[in-house]
């Protein structure tokens, strides 16, 4: 009796590297989660020294971290949109590692050559067409 080479689990089924997309979106998932934790650490460390002092009123914290509030709206109404909206996209990047940077210079590197060779024929092509036509 043969053997079966898919064995009991059924067909292997590869799975096919990370796109980039896929990677930001995993990366962006990722900040989402860590944020809230680096959130309460700061506020954290800020109501730090009032819970010594044991204040126990939430209006007193109310009225405390409204020049804070206020800051921040100044802030955002200075700060253009546009700076904004550019740090946002810039933490979306994806950043290649030394690996693949070596490896797509390298193609960069390639294809100019072969381009470069490419525009050279066919202008050497074209002059001696040119001189054998128009220059005859």
Same mark, same amino acid.
């Given at each position: 009796?043969?053997?079966?080479?898919q064995?009991? +689990?059924?067909?292997?089924?590869?799975?096919?590297?990370?796109?980039?997309?896929?990677?930001?979106?995993?990366?962006?998932?990722?900040?989402?989660?860590? +944020?809230?934790?680096r959130?309460?650490?700061?506020?954290?460390?800020?109501?730090?020294?009032?819970?010594?002092?044991?204040?126990?009123?939430?209006?007193?914290?109310?009225?405390?971290?409204?020049?804070?509030?206020?800051?921040?709206?100044?802030?955002?109404?200075?700060?253009? +949109?546009?700076?904004?909206?550019?740090?946002?996209?810039?933490?979306?990047?994806?950043?290649?590692?030394? +690996?693949?940077?070596?490896?797509?210079?390298?193609?960069?590197?390639?294809?100019?050559?072969?381009?470069?060779?490419?525009?050279?024929?066919?202008?050497?092509?074209?002059?001696?067409?040119?001189k054998?036509?128009?220059?005859?």
């Amino acid at each position: 009796m043969a053997r079966s080479t898919q064995g009991r +689990r059924g067909p292997r089924i590869r799975k096919s590297a990370p796109t980039v997309r896929e990677k930001v979106e995993a990366s962006r998932l990722k900040n989402e989660v860590e +944020r809230p934790k680096r959130i309460r650490r700061v506020t954290g460390q800020v109501s730090a020294p009032f819970k010594k002092l044991q204040i126990r009123d939430k209006g007193f914290y109310k009225y405390v971290s409204a020049p804070f509030r206020l800051l921040r709206k100044v802030l955002r109404w200075l700060v253009p +949109r546009y700076f904004i909206n550019s740090w946002r996209e810039l933490r979306q990047v994806y950043w290649p590692n030394r +690996r693949e940077t070596w490896r797509l210079t390298l193609a960069v590197f390639v294809f100019a050559i072969v381009f470069g060779a490419l525009v050279a024929g066919v202008d050497k092509g074209l002059d001696e067409v040119f001189k054998k036509v128009v220059l005859k």
